[in-house]
């Protein structure tokens, strides 16, 4: 057995990969120990650690860009000379003899250079790739492959590495690539004790051990070493040193792995004393690693609220086709379904509508289905640098058990390596904050027994099999419920007329509920009515919907901050108008834009969850609407960034323009196209009646009275249909003839 605290590679050997080229040709670079390069055997010596530095740097960067002014770091640290630029253009040149009639391998690339390796070959890559396929063959049970290519890693190293460089290189990459010699010398010992190698382990994991007091899985390792050796008495000294250790140290207590060993050791557990060759035999030395299942779910939240229908169809979803859903013996329908490629769940939504929450909440309701664990990840899908999915499967990797010098650099290996190593389990993802579905296709499984659980803002439709969840606000009731959990139910109950004005106010926004039921929480000696008053006046409410962590306007301005500048623009013209909702023709002639590029600035902000389709009542159109507090986000940007005042003054003019026009070609049509046109606008000119008024625009709410006044007389209205127009006909003068229809308005809106 090697004593790999201390093996060296053979400076005279060579890396034993084929090139295809001519052996005195063929380049290597070395970096496991000193930075040397070879070529057809004959080593090339560097003038200083200015060149060895530099070509490390090149080496490590993966064939990426590295800046000249990375580069500076690396060589002088934060004290360059004056002359640096012109010194790195002087190391390279010197490296790209060095590397002969091949200099063209680092090229010029702003803001610096690159290596392009070609036919070389170089031990680090080289180390990686043994490492990678023993750890495969570890997990695969593959012992004697494992230690077999793991060794042959290790043999690369032939000291401490980058030892000819700067202090300032050495000190960024020495340590990482450290560790990664250490966690294939730790695998390499694994594979070796699932051997049977105990006996001969024992000296070196003695010295490893020595070497590195607060490292847990080589003193676990030792301890197992010692058991298998019938040196019971050893092994549990090395645990009691060993806590002793990290409570000096780090002031921690061993881990589930090293206690578990210890445990076992105390009960003369016989599977500890077992190798992999034995029959029967099942080690447990990889076993306290293995069996630690990845749990990142985010705790549950405690006073979540409603959501019943839409926790039923995810729930649903979730477990639809799931192991264990099904009765046993039911039909090979159900077989064929448990087997088929799961479909994601997508959660979309506006800024706070609570689609984190619902997500968790559904998570936690479906925990049974998923005994192999859970990952999640918030992929800051709004952020001015969403998170890479490349990063992401690092993440999960290592969540998965995973070392790092296993995890392959290229996304598409990392991709196949995730799918393999969730094949065969049953666990759910849960992918928050995803900005689009290029971001989400990386991290889905290729597992039957998988789920993913997606929120976003965008909706990605574009998923293959993807059911979208889309809550809105909530009702009042569940409101008020909300408010009841988290500042106290007698509070609310005593004024619960106020706490219904309250949730109006907030528009059923769950974030906002939640919000001014923390600020009522956090001041007891307010009252409900307080806070309604403080919200009442929109100029300022978003300002009051914010506690520490919480920030209705911040979600809102993220979204914003998002789109082009013509939809910012459009947003902030619309958001003057104080109607519940409006049909494209209206945002068309208050944008002064075509039909055809209205609606694309429309769908924009619709994707962009600022905007929201909702029927028209008569049925006939599609219609938009911006909630509340989205409207005040509007008017704050259009006042302080996006248009200027005349533009702003003028939304109204136009809107009653374009309502009056189209009231009255509805006029002039039959009387069922005409029925159903103010069925979709009364709610709107109502509204607008009421801006009107405010506006001090006398003339044009009159003129919006007469149509209506004119459409219920020709309609012959019924009282029922006439009572929600009332109040937008209060003012109004009508022909003698339709003076009876107008007192029946007024008998109604009395009543």
Request: net charge positive.
């Amino acid at each position: 057995m090697l004593d790999l605290s201390k093996n060296y590679y053979e400076t005279t050997g060579t890396i034993s990969h084929s090139t295809g080229c001519d052996p005195e040709d063929r380049m290597e670079i070395r970096i496991l120990g000193p930075v040397t390069m070879y070529r057809g055997g004959i080593e090339t010596t560097f003038d200083g650690t200015k060149p060895s530095t530099a070509l490390a740097a090149l080496l490590l960067a993966h064939g990426t860009v590295l800046s000249d002014a990375r580069m500076s770091s690396y060589l002088w640290g934060d004290r360059p000379p004056a002359t640096a630029s012109s010194q790195i253009y002087t190391y390279i040149s010197r490296l790209r003899k060095l590397l002969g009639p091949a200099g063209t391998y680092i090229v010029r690339r702003q803001p610096g250079y690159a290596l392009s390796l070609g036919p070389a070959r170089c031990d680090h890559e080289e180390f990686e790739r043994l490492s990678r396929v023993g750890q495969a063959a570890l997990t695969d049970r593959r012992f004697e492959d494992a230690s077999r290519h793991l060794s042959a890693a290790l043999r690369l190293w032939r000291g401490p590495a980058l030892a000819n460089v700067t202090e300032f290189l050495a000190a960024n990459d020495g340590p990482w690539l450290e560790e990664a010699r250490m966690r294939a010398l730790e695998a390499r010992i694994e594979a070796d004790i699932e051997l049977g190698l105990h006996a001969r382990l024992v000296p070196e994991l003695t010295a490893l051990v020595e070497g590195h007091p607060v490292r847990e899985r080589m003193r676990t390792y030792l301890m197992i070493a010692l058991y298998r050796s019938d040196r019971q008495a050893d092994a549990l000294e090395i645990y009691q040193q060993g806590r002793h250790v990290l409570a000096e140290q780090l002031g921690v207590d061993p881990g589930q792995a090293m206690n578990t060993v210890f445990r076992g050791i105390l009960d003369g557990d016989p599977t500890l004393g077992r190798a992999a060759g034995g029959a029967g035999a099942r080690v447990v030395t990889t076993s306290a690693w293995s069996r630690l299942r990845p749990a990142m779910l985010a705790p549950d939240i405690a006073d979540f609220t409603g959501r019943n229908s839409e926790l039923q169809v995810i729930e649903a979803l979730l477990r639809a086709g799931s192991p264990g859903s099904a009765a046993s013996g039911e039909s090979d329908h159900a077989h064929r379904t448990a087997r088929a490629p799961s479909r994601p769940v997508a959660i979309t939504g506006m800024a706070g509508i609570g689609k984190t929450a619902l997500a968790m909440r559904a998570a936690y309701r479906c925990l049974d289905l998923f005994p192999d664990g859970q990952l999640q990840v918030d992929l800051g899908g709004l952020d001015e640098r969403p998170k890479d999915p490349r990063q992401v499967l690092g993440w999960f990797l290592r969540a998965l058990r995973i070392d790092d010098w296993a995890i392959p650099d290229s996304i598409e290996e990392r991709v196949q390596l995730y799918r393999s190593r969730l094949a065969g389990r049953r666990m759910l993802i849960l992918l928050d904050n995803a900005r689009d579905e290029s971001q989400i296709r990386p991290l889905l499984p290729g597992a039957t027994g998988c789920r993913v659980l997606i929120t976003s803002r965008h909706s990605p439709t574009a998923l293959d099999g993807v059911s979208l969840i889309e809550p809105g606000p909530l009702s009042v009731d569940e409101g008020l419920e909300l408010l009841s959990r988290v500042s106290g139910r007698a509070r609310i109950r005593a004024e619960r007329e106020m706490a219904r004005r309250l949730v109006e106010l907030c528009g059923g926004l769950p974030l906002a509920v939640r919000i001014a039921a923390v600020r009522l929480h956090a001041r007891p000696h307010w009252q409900v009515a307080s806070l309604v008053v403080r919200l009442a006046a929109e100029r300022g409410r978003l300002d009051e919907l914010r506690t520490s962590d919480l920030d209705v306007r911040s979600g809102i301005r993220q979204s914003y901050r998002g789109l082009p500048p013509h939809a910012r623009r459009a947003l902030c013209l619309l958001s003057h108008l104080d109607v519940p909702d409006f049909p494209s023709w209206a945002a068309a002639e208050i944008l002064r834009l075509p039909h055809d590029q209205v609606e694309d600035v429309l769908e924009t902000l619709v994707d962009a969850r600022l905007l929201s389709f909702v029927p028209g009542a008569g049925g006939t159109t599609t219609r938009y609407r911006l909630h509340r507090l989205v409207r005040i986000f509007g008017r704050e940007a259009g006042d302080l960034e996006v248009a200027t005042a005349p533009e702003l003054t003028a939304v109204l003019d136009r809107a009653l323009t374009a309502w009056v026009h189209r009231g009255y070609a509805a006029q002039a049509a039959p009387v069922r196209e005409g029925e159903h046109w103010l069925e979709d606008e009364k709610s709107a000119l109502i509204a607008l009646f009421r801006q009107a008024r405010g506006a001090g625009k006398s003339s044009c709410a009159w003129e919006l009275g007469q149509n209506m006044a004119r459409f219920l007389d020709r309609c012959a209205y019924s009282e029922d249909r006439v009572l929600p127009v009332a109040p937008a006909l209060g003012a109004v003068r009508i022909a003698p003839r339709n003076r009876r229809r107008q007192a029946h308005v007024h008998d109604a809106h009395r009543r």
